[in-house]
């Protein structure tokens, strides 16, 4: 692997936008002890930025986490992902998927997603 293909992917696997805990938790309208057991169990993912634990904008539907983020996530985790790895997957630019993973949960490429998530488990 040459280092421009390394360095494309570390700048193409990040979201647009990260959200602090506690802005989550606002936004979701939940306590903040409430979205840190939500990160514990897996139906949210937070990963640590300047010290500080955030979340992707990208995950977080109006007052709610996408629909489909949970299995995804469950799914990642199964196959061996931690939680950084998780990011850089949902990140990865893919045209299929309305530009990458993430983007796709929220839209009606969601099935496809959890199929690819699905798939590398084996």
Request: aromatic share 4%; hydrophobic share 40%.
């Given at each position: ?30 306590s903040i ?15 640590k930025r ?73």
């Open positions: 692997m040459s280092d421009s293909v390394t360095a494309s992917e570390s700048i193409a696997a990040e979201p647009t936008g990260w959200v602090p805990l506690p802005d989550v938790a606002d936004k979701l309208d939940l002890s409430k979205v840190n057991q939500m990160v514990r169990d897996g139906s949210l993912l937070a990963v300047d010290g500080i634990r955030v979340v992707p904008a990208e995950l977080l539907a109006n007052d709610t986490v996408l629909k489909h983020l949970p299995g995804v996530l469950t799914l990642l985790r199964d196959a061996g992902y931690n939680d950084e790895e998780a990011v850089r997957w949902l990140y990865e630019p893919d045209d299929d998927l309305d530009g990458n993973a993430a983007r796709g949960l929220g839209g009606p490429r969601a099935r496809e997603v959890k199929r690819r998530a699905q798939a590398l488990g084996f």
